[in-house]
């Protein structure tokens, strides 16, 4: 699956797998009921070192969800909080500038598996600024040559705010 192709944020593209088991996959997290991930609730400021997962219901929550928090929305939904790991402190900080090529290697590998994503996706080139889907898409999109593009650039985006912090509304 190459979730840059999909109706999802890029909390959930890139820090929803590195809070899980390894074994976990986007299947065992994105359920029918799943909405998207993010990194903050504006109206739960206390909660600012976690990583919020909405769902529209509380029934048929996936498993691994039993011994999480959980808190109602008022949008109407169910809100599972989960701690952003230690270890992932510093790939978090380059989330929040769009620095996804300096992720970790063992945080680049969790992104991958967990989407079960190779290196024909544009996952894949994003995270390490290299392969044929991202420069198809870059090319195809911009009209744009990727071989004379300046080589410390990031292949993707930084995140909006408005569509990463649960509460704020409206695009770029």
Known sequence: MDPLRYNVNLTTTFLLPIL???GLKHSDILTDTFINAYIADLNKPEHDDKIFIEYATITNLPSWT?????YPTNEESIMVTQDIPTEIVDDYSLFLIGDYSKFSNEHKQRV???WEADSHTLLYG????????IKKFWEESLDADLDVAPLDIEY???PN????IFGMTGDE
């Open 126 to 133: 994003v995270l390490h600024r290299t392969g044929r889907a």
């Open 112 to 114: 991958l598996q967990f």
């Open 20 to 22: 899980y088991d390894k």
């Open 156 to 158: 993707w985006k930084p």
């Open 66 to 70: 039993k011994d999480s928090h959980l």
């Open 161 to 164: 705010l408005k569509q990463e």
